[in-house]
């Protein structure tokens, strides 16, 4: 029984050996088999990339405010009229109807629109 359930666990090593996980060293040690603990494992902070797109959500809500508030004080040239203006309404086209808050981004097309909007507005 010992011998087959010794055989078990070294089939499951092995196979989660194969399957890339580099943690899993398997040696023998008087018939004791020897793993590699990373203690610093589980301890990172989490990186999201949607907490970042929801701050640039809200920092495009802020600038595109500012952006209005220019153009209807009529702080600019007229030259620059027109291009504020088509800055303006392509992010007006983007949000459409939709509530303006940090979940906006939350749907990949609306996260699509926005960068494009971004990386062509200008």
Not at 9 to 18: G, N, P, R
């Amino acid at each position: 029984m010992k011998c087959l359930l010794s055989s078990v666990i070294l089939s499951t090593l092995l196979a989660t050996a194969s399957e890339g996980n580099q943690a899993v060293r398997i040696g023998k040690r008087s018939d004791v088999l020897v793993g590699r603990h990373d203690p610093n494992r589980g301890n990172a902070s989490i990186y999201t990339s949607m907490q970042e797109m929801e701050a640039f959500f809200t920092d495009e809500i802020e600038y595109v405010e500012d952006l209005r508030t220019v153009y209807e004080k009529k702080l600019i040239s007229q030259a620059g009229k027109p291009v504020i203006a088509a800055y303006i309404k392509s992010f007006e086209d983007v949000v459409g109807d939709q509530e303006e808050n940090e979940t906006f981004v939350h749907n990949p097309l609306n996260a699509y629109n926005l960068v494009r909007h971004i990386a062509v507005g200008w």
